[in-house]
């Protein structure tokens, strides 16, 4: 929109009427004299005073409204539901006008009138009651005669709504009217600018906004509902509420619902079911009294319990809500209130109200008679009498009726009404006491009260102020607001069945701004159980060791408590994000704070350690003795082949020590603000003024929305006849085209200005040529709101036109009549406005809709600063509404000029779009848009842009690194291709080899007296059972299966019995043959023979493979995925199932091993020469050692390392057998063959004898 001079430019869109005006021809009809367009019927109460005061207020809560047909005269609106409270509001005014009559100090010599109507709480009737006073109700005047005097009314006091309020303020401002609302709070209304001839003596909403506020703040309500009146009133709380309550961060709105107007059940029940859908237990409402009598019958309706209701101001102190039908729902309510006040005289006052004889001056006191009474003044309303109606007779007695319209107990509103009437009193008071002289109008001078203006009267009433009777003391401020305060209500539920509306406390603005609350809680009611004050939270604190992640399209106090993962902790309630915990550090099982790491190593306390501490000093200790026996026989040589320590290499302490192993002594080793984007809208996309080369490196590139631009042919030459006497020579009719002339010209039109030709300035001839200047008027390249006036205009015209076509007795009013020129009435002319349907000569198509609207259309427009450093701003594109209702947006991206160094738009984002990987976290205090962009923790993943939260992998896969995918956990088990189970399965084939060599040795050498002598049967059922030993352990490597896990510890039970049995058997056998040998000893032998041998072997081992049976059968061995070692490993490894039988099958085992050393240890030195029973003794030394050890290393080994250690041990334990059974006799068999003789071993025992 293109900047002229405020004269240009008016005369610019005046030329647009003129131009289009003069398209077609069309005489005007000139009355006589000038009338009301209509004469309106109020609700109203009048008494005659030398001033009179208007007020307007809700005498009737509802209205019907007539039909508009545009084709006949509207009927009147019907008020309906009398409001006695409303009706004492009124009667409050009138009470106040008459203590001041009365009062001798207070504008004495002079009487104020009143003229009160009812505005039925409809605008429409409203703002023709607030026109009827501020214009006066004369049907006719004469415009020859001079008007003069006062205006009708001084001031007027209300509406009581705040649309009701700015609707009038608009208007009535103009004329500087003053209007004192008792209850219209809209923050709008303190735009002294748009109402400057506003005043109120209640509170606005942004105060009462900030209180409704400080009372969820103080209760801890951070998630509640809020309903509100759709109109200014509810619509600026809504506004102001969301932002306040968003800026604060103190909670959310659960749901906002408008209140619809009048009759609309279907809304009610929709907006109803969505308060019992929600979580939220408190609910704010923001509404007219009539709003609520609606809502709460579709409460009781649908049986909503259950909640805390918050009452704005409006409704707070409404006595038809206050019922036992509706206590069961709205009990405990808790609700803002005007501050209350006590009005002496007031009660007795309304006693004296009487019908009187006038039926037209104070018809709203008859229908309060008749509301009370259930009575009819006649002429009775047709079948009244009939059935059974009674006739008012203006004698029934008021304090013999039960009636809330003289309940005086809490004057609130009618409090507020009586300082509205003082102020203005008081402002015409402080008006008459101007001394003339020393006034404070041009001249010194003082209003006069015949002939005052309403903006005299404004000038006292800014400077009002007074105390009242009740001790409040009344001013305004430079918004004409009073003093904010308020009383805080509970509505009590008693248990008689009784109602009492009781104070508990009271918020005013603090002396250093904000607000000061003060809450009485022990008075509170609850309309709960528990009696205590509900708790209405979408989602409950997260404690610490946890983390706020926000639910989807939900609002940010709705969130999930996540825990933080491993290695992470929050201490704060409601933290937006886990910390890492230090490097030595990890956080506590409740992720509240960080501990120490465990430390781990081989511990004296831990029975391993306790275990190997053990076996150490029992070591040392039986070394000790050794060494003892070894000095006393020093003379002997010891080879060691294992003993590493470098202590033994002291020959002074060892001198016949020797090893084949090394010692451990070889082991050791003004703002330039630049790079912005600009959208402009339509009020400054095309302004010259900013178009400008100072402006352009900040500005060029901007786009825009533009009204839609249009052509009208002929603009340009007509604007070119323009002349300062165009039309008529009367300079008062064409005032505007003289001053655009002087404007543009520079000059002044005689009779010029005083000075102007002394200070060189040049007189207007009339004689100027407008083509010879450069002037804004003639530039018609880009007509748009001239396109818009230029529609306007034609549309207007072509309504017209389609009216005087009419043909008689065809038309569309009342009887097929048309309407007439001389006779118009404009609801005529609006029927043919709404039915306008035409097409300009630029191609538009102009029609209205139903409400009121054209096609909606804008032009994108763009700023480009050219390279010769002039602008332009070009169209780009377009954007409108299809038939559809949907909006389509056509760009052409090639043509936009940006400006930026990449010639490309630019990303204007608060925070970049997380990527997969990473969740959205936001930022506490500022806009949704902006986040943190946290990683997700180990073991969730998010694979979408902007996630709001991760989500956890299936059971058996992790995060990848970049945590936007799962992949497979990966799996850890004793296997046959890692170098430990190489090795084991190496060592384990490597026995079986020995087993098989010495089995083959044996074999070969089975005639010699080395194999036969010591029980050659038993020694290869030994070697077959060592090969099994060997051979079981590779159970053990692998992926556990079931068949693996039931197999390995069966086949090790087995094959160790086995060959624990044997070696058992055969020390028996030694013991019976040295118990044979001796006389009388040959019985022992016939217990031992091979069968017997071969039975206890077989006995032995069957009961092994009973306990493997029964422990199978009942809880059998099973693999397992254990993933407590690492969260992304999968250990596959063996259940053992049943540790008592994993116990006895170990336990058995032992008993075995043990009873056979015990044995062996009683056999050694019986006198063979090769006695078996010194190799069986230290055979089972190693065995008993291993297995031992063993059992704490099997416990403390995770994972696959128990089964490494398991497998260790059995094929430690089998080569020690191996070796220490079977290497003395195949080193005699193959390498002593001289010693493998019966001769030699008989030599050899005769010796020993």
Same mark, same amino acid.
């Given at each position: ?20 005006? $003069?398209? !077609? ?76 009559? %009365? ?72 004329? &500087? ?15 002294? *600018? ?67 107007? @009048? ?31 609606? =809502?709460?019958?579709?409460?009781? %309706?649908?049986?909503? #319990? ?19 039908? =509706? ?15 006590? #009005? ?23 229908? /309060? ?19 059974? @109606? ?21 004057? &609130? ?36 009260? *015949? ?24 001013? !305004? ?41 003060? #809450? ?195 603009? *340009? ?52 040529? =407008? ?25 207007? $015209? ?92 056509? =760009? ?64 058996? !896969? ?147 493979? $009973? ?46 091993? #043990? ?7 009683? $056999? ?18 190693? /065995? ?30 089998? /080569? ?34």
């Amino acid at each position: 929109m293109g900047v002229f001079p405020q004269s240009s430019l008016s005369l610019y869109n005046c030329s647009i009427l003129l131009y289009s005006f $003069a398209n !077609f021809s069309l005489l005007s009809p000139v009355f006589a004299s000038c009338k009301l367009r209509r004469q309106f019927h109020f609700n109203s109460m009048h008494k005659p005073g030398d001033v009179v005061l208007g007020g307007l207020f809700e005498v009737h809560y509802t209205s019907v409204f007539p039909e508009l047909t545009f084709t006949s005269e509207p009927n009147k609106h019907i008020c309906q539901g009398f409001d006695p409270p409303g009706f004492r509001h009124a009667m409050t005014m009138a009470f106040a006008i008459e203590e001041i009559n %009365k009062d001798p100090n207070l504008l004495p010599n002079v009487t104020l009138g009143y003229s009160l109507h009812d505005n039925c709480a409809t605008l429409v009737i409203g703002f023709s009651a607030a026109l009827s006073l501020a214009s006066g109700q004369e049907e006719q005047f004469l415009p020859q005669k001079t008007c003069l005097g006062s205006p009708p009314v001084l001031g007027i006091v209300g509406d009581s709504f705040s649309t009701f309020s700015i609707a009038t303020s608009d208007v009535l401002g103009l004329f &500087r009217l003053p209007i004192v609302s008792y209850f219209a709070t809209c923050s709008c209304l303190t735009d002294r *600018q748009r109402f400057p001839s506003f005043f109120r003596t209640i509170p606005n909403d942004a105060f009462q906004v900030h209180a409704m506020i400080q009372v969820l703040k103080h209760f801890g309500w951070m998630w509640a509902g809020l309903l509100v009146s759709d109109d200014d009133y509810g619509l600026h709380v809504a506004q102001s509420f969301q932002s306040v309550l968003t800026q604060s961060g103190l909670g959310c709105l659960a749901y906002l619902e408008i209140l619809p107007w @009048g009759e609309n059940p279907l809304e009610l029940t929709r907006i109803v079911e969505v308060i019992k859908k929600s979580t939220a237990r408190v609910l704010i409402v923001f509404a007219h009294q009539i709003h609520m009598i609606q =809502l709460v019958e579709e409460v009781v %309706k649908q049986n909503v #319990i259950g909640l805390q209701w918050l009452a704005s101001e409006a409704w707070t102190t409404a006595a038809v809500l206050q019922t036992p039908r =509706l206590m069961p729902y709205l009990g405990g309510t808790l609700g803002i209130a005007i501050r209350r006040g006590e #009005i002496p005289g007031l009660k007795d006052f309304l006693l004296k109200t009487h019908p009187g004889g006038n039926n037209n001056e104070n018809s709203m006191v008859r229908q /309060f008679w008749e509301y009370t009474f259930q009575c009819r003044f006649a002429p009775p309303p047709a079948t009244w009498v009939e059935s059974g @109606g009674a006739l008012c007779t203006g004698e029934e007695l008021l304090e013999t009726g039960e009636t809330e319209f003289l309940d005086v107990s809490n004057l &609130r509103p009618e409090y507020n009404i009586y300082k509205a009437v003082y102020a203005l009193a008081h402002a015409l008071n402080n008006m008459l006491q101007c001394e003339p002289g020393r006034g404070p109008f041009s001249g010194g001078s003082c209003a006069n009260i *015949q002939t005052f203006q309403s903006w005299q009267i404004l000038y006292y009433l800014k400077k009002v102020n007074f105390t009242t009777p009740f001790g409040d003391q009344v001013s !305004f401020d430079k918004n004409g607001d009073a003093l904010p305060i308020y009383d805080i209500l509970n509505w009590h539920w008693l248990p008689d069945g009784g109602i009492k509306i009781q104070n508990v406390g009271v918020v005013k603005k603090a002396t250093f701004g904000g607000e000061e609350m003060r #809450i009485e809680e022990h008075k509170i009611f609850w309309n709960f159980d528990n009696n205590q004050p509900p708790r209405s939270v979408c989602s409950e604190s997260c404690p610490p060791g946890t983390r706020m992640t926000r639910k989807k399209e939900q609002p940010v106090c709705c969130f999930d408590c996540v825990p933080c993962s491993e290695g992470k902790f929050s201490n704060k309630t409601d933290s937006v994000a886990c910390i890492s915990c230090p490097e030595d550090f990890w956080s506590s099982p409740h992720h509240d704070n960080c501990i120490p790491k465990k430390t781990e190593f081989l511990s004296y306390q831990e029975p391993l350690g306790v275990c190997l501490t053990t076996a150490s000093l029992l070591g040392t200790f039986v070394c000790t003795i050794v060494s003892g026996i070894f000095t006393y026989h020093r003379s002997t040589p010891i080879v060691s082949y294992f003993a590493t320590c470098s202590c033994l290499s002291d020959r002074r302490r060892f001198p016949s020590f020797f090893r084949t192993i090394p010692s451990d002594a070889f082991q050791v080793v003004k703002q330039n603000l630049t790079g912005l984007q600009w959208i402009a809208s339509e009020a400054w996309t095309l302004v010259d003024g900013l178009q400008t080369p100072t402006f352009m490196p900040f500005l060029r590139g901007t786009l825009g929305i533009a009204i839609r631009r249009g052509e009208i042919a002929g603009l *340009q030459n007509f604007l070119l006849k323009i002349h300062p006497e165009q039309n008529n020579k009367n300079n008062d009719e064409n005032n505007m085209i003289k001053l655009f002339w002087e404007h543009i010209f520079n000059c002044k039109f005689s009779p010029p200005p005083a000075g102007w030709v002394e200070a060189g300035g040049a007189q207007c001839t009339g004689q100027e040529d =407008l083509e010879n200047v450069t002037t804004d008027l003639l530039d018609v390249s880009e007509l748009r709101p001239e396109y818009n006036i230029y529609k306007a205009v034609y549309a207007l $015209a072509h309504a017209l036109n389609d009216m005087l076509r009419c043909v008689p007795g065809r038309g569309p009013f009342s009887g097929k009549s048309c309407a007439n020129l001389q006779t118009l009435e404009l609801g005529q002319l609006m029927y043919y406005l709404e039915k306008v349907n035409f097409t300009t000569s630029f191609g538009d198509q102009v029609s209205f809709d139903e409400n009121g609207d054209a096609l909606p259309i804008y032009d994108v427009m763009n700023w480009l600063w050219l390279p010769d450093g002039k602008t332009k701003v070009q169209s780009v594109g377009d954007v409108k509404r299809l038939d559809s209702n949907d909006e389509k947006l056509t =760009l052409d991206e090639t043509r936009i000029f940006w400006n930026f160094e990449s010639k490309q738009p630019p990303r204007s984002v608060c925070s970049e779009s997380c990527p997969s990987g990473t969740h959205v976290v936001r930022r506490r205090g500022e806009p949704l848009c902006c986040f943190y962009c946290v990683s997700c923790s180990e073991g969730k993943f998010s694979n979408e842009t902007d996630s709001l939260e991760c989500f956890s992998c299936p059971e058996d !896969f992790w995060s990848c690194p970049q945590r936007d995918h799962c992949i497979p956990k990966k799996t850890e088990f004793l296997s046959f291709q890692e170098p430990l189970g190489i090795c084991l399965t190496t060592t384990s084939l490597l026995g079986t080899f020995i087993c098989a060599v010495v089995l083959g040795i044996f074999t070969y050498h089975y005639s010699t007296p080395m194999v036969r002598a010591n029980n050659s049967e038993l020694s290869f059922l030994l070697l077959l059972s060592l090969k099994l030993c060997f051979l079981c352990s590779l159970l053990f490597i692998g992926q556990p299966r079931l068949w693996t896990c039931q197999l390995r510890h069966a086949a090790f039970g087995l094959s160790f019995v086995l060959c624990v049995s044997c070696i058992l058997v055969k020390t028996m056998v030694v013991l019976a043959v040295f118990k044979a040998s001796k006389p009388g000893g040959g019985a022992h032998l016939k217990w031992f023979g091979a069968v017997q041998q071969r039975g206890t072997v077989f006995a032995l081992t069957c009961i092994q493979a $009973a306990i493997c049976a029964v422990w199978i059968l009942t809880d059998s061995p099973v693999p397992h995925k254990n993933t407590q070692y690492h969260n992304d490993i999968i250990v596959y490894e063996c259940l053992v199932g049943s540790i008592i039988g994993f116990s006895a099958l170990l336990g058995y085992i032992g008993i075995l091993a #043990i009873f056979s050393f015990m044995l062996a240890f009683l $056999a050694r030195n019986l006198p063979d020469n090769f006695n078996e029973a010194k190799l069986i003794t230290f055979s089972m030394l190693v /065995f008993c050692a291993v297995w031992i050890a063993f059992v704490p290393a099997y416990i403390n080994s995770p994972g696959k390392y128990a089964d490494a250690v398991e497998v260790f041990a059995i094929l430690a334990s089998s /080569f020690g057998l191996l070796f220490a059974l079977f290497g003395p006799k195949c080193y005699i068999i193959l390498l002593k063959p001289e010693r493998n003789t019966k001769k030699a071993i008989m030599v050899s025992a005769s010796k020993k004898s």
